[in-house]
């Protein structure tokens, strides 16, 4: 997989979670994920469709990270993972995917977004729609642990 389509996606979380909810991530060393079940509470998945190249986003928080968040970022406080905080885990996700797109649209690569799909439960799955290797990015911050899913490939309808 080609970096340059895993680290506008990066930047754009660190960006969106340092403005919008006051906190710093670090990264993580990036590697290849080799199953899908989801390694936090909560995630936002979004599909990315383009003339040049398809694939999905995924973005997995810890209960810890995104109550910390969702605190932060509305001032209300939440004892576990519920609808208004998955609600905000697809905000998330479409504010990264929009920073991550103007990036990719300065490189001449153009994403059509959908809307995300929101999971949870603990060991839930993440069915990336298409078929390649997807890169896990795990971040750390002082809210909590997160992940960061990136895949790349032909879509799952398609040979």
């Not at 469709?49 to 001032?75: C, H, N, W, Y």
């Amino acid at each position: 997989m080609n970096v340059n389509y895993v680290n506008p996606f990066l930047g754009a979380l660190v960006d969106v979670l340092a403005t919008m909810a006051q906190t710093k991530a670090h990264r993580g060393p990036l590697s290849l994920k080799q199953d899908e079940i989801a390694l936090g509470a909560v995630t936002g998945l979004i599909d990315l469709k383009g003339a040049k190249a398809t694939g999905s986003l995924a973005i997995t928080f810890s209960e810890s990270a995104i109550l910390a968040i969702f605190q932060r970022m509305l001032g209300e406080t939440r004892e576990a993972v519920d609808d208004e905080v998955a609600d905000l885990v697809g905000e998330l996700t479409n504010m990264v995917t929009g920073g991550a797109r103007r990036v990719f649209a300065e490189k001449g690569l153009d994403f059509a977004m959908a809307t995300p799909v929101l999971l949870k439960g603990a060991g839930h799955a993440i069915h990336h729609p298409v078929h390649g290797a997807t890169m896990l990015v795990p971040f750390h911050s002082d809210a909590g642990d997160f992940y960061v899913e990136v895949c790349f490939g032909k879509s799952r309808g398609s040979g």
